[in-house]
């Protein structure tokens, strides 16, 4: 990789709308360079968070799935889908190394650290696909999504140091074989699936996304403890900068914004249409129908 850019801290790592802080009142009151340093430290946050999906869910899931893919030219992709996200992880940790050697020298986690028991519970279900057909829903949910943020990144380049920008453009190069990739494995394994096994699945998927996904807990927050340690003295305590966040867990607008029909609609289309998808459709999708 390139050297950095010398002014790669006074630009911004990801597109505000990418971050949760923005949609509360308490934006407002953050100084120029709060936010700055806030959009910074949660684009990082961002980075690992696409390395954790790609190793500790996409590539074992896959590994896992890949014999029992019924077409043969499906089940010779995913060699190629496993080869592209190793590469992602470990261009995606080159930059964060790149970004604050301090924490990344020796690994990829500083915010993310999903505890033993939901890391458990999640190599549990990875190794048995047909139980748990939702990871596959999940994972086309969330590559889908990453799509849409790399082209907010490519819609206004000059924003962001020029390293995160073409990772971002080969990101999404690769991404979209795949979601389509996801979607075969979806037609296969959730239309094998019993009904009954289709809507446990269901509330397990939609409960996933209120815990881990969609709204900000835990890392999320950890991010805040790293912006007071970064700038001592903030104009908002990071305790109400926290609280503000939480309030997100309950409002549609913000909801909207991260699965809306813009961000993943080929997620959308195919979950409004599939079997026994009830509770995650009505959740996190069909608020769009509502006026
Ligand atoms: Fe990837
Ligand atoms: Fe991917």
Redesign the pocket.
């Known amino acids: 990789m390139k050297p950095p850019d010398p002014d790669v801290w006074e630009r911004r790592f990801i597109p505000d709308r990418l971050t949760p802080l923005p949609f509360t009142p308490v934006w407002a009151e953050l100084r120029p360079a709060e936010r700055l340093r806030y959009n910074q430290l949660h684009g990082l946050y961002g980075l690992e968070q696409i390395i954790f999906f790609?190793q500790e869910l996409?590539v074992p899931l896959l590994r896992r799935l890949q014999p029992l893919v019924r077409d043969a030219d499906l089940r010779r992709s995913l060699d190629v889908f496993i080869a592209?996200?190793q590469a992602?992880s470990a261009g995606f940790h080159a930059l964060l190394r790149m970004l604050r050697p301090a924490w990344y020298a020796h690994g990829w986690r500083h915010f993310v650290h999903p505890g033993p028991v939901a890391g458990a519970i999640l190599s549990a279900m990875i190794r048995r696909p047909r139980q748990f057909p939702f990871l596959l829903w999940l994972v086309q949910l969330l590559?889908e999504r990453t799509m849409f943020a790399s082209r907010l990144f490519l819609a206004d380049e000059s924003a962001f140091p020029a390293a995160i920008v073409a990772a971002q453009r080969q990101h999404l190069a690769?991404?979209a074989d795949?979601v389509r990739w996801d979607a075969a494995l979806i037609g296969q394994l959730w239309h094998d699936a019993p009904p009954w096994v289709r809507r446990l699945n269901d509330r397990l998927f939609s409960w996933t996304l209120g815990e881990f996904i969609a709204v900000p807990r835990r890392a999320a927050l950890r991010v805040v403890d790293e912006l007071a340690a970064d700038l001592p003295g903030l104009s908002v305590p990071p305790a109400r900068l926290k609280a503000a966040l939480r309030t997100l867990a309950g409002r549609a607008d913000f909801r909207q914004s991260v699965f809306g029909r813009d961000s993943v609609p080929r997620t959308w289309k195919q979950a409004s249409t599939a079997p026994d998808l009830r509770c995650v459709v009505s959740r996190w999708l069909a608020h769009e129908h509502s006026p």
């Open positions: 790609e996409i592209e996200e992602h590559e690769d991404e795949h």
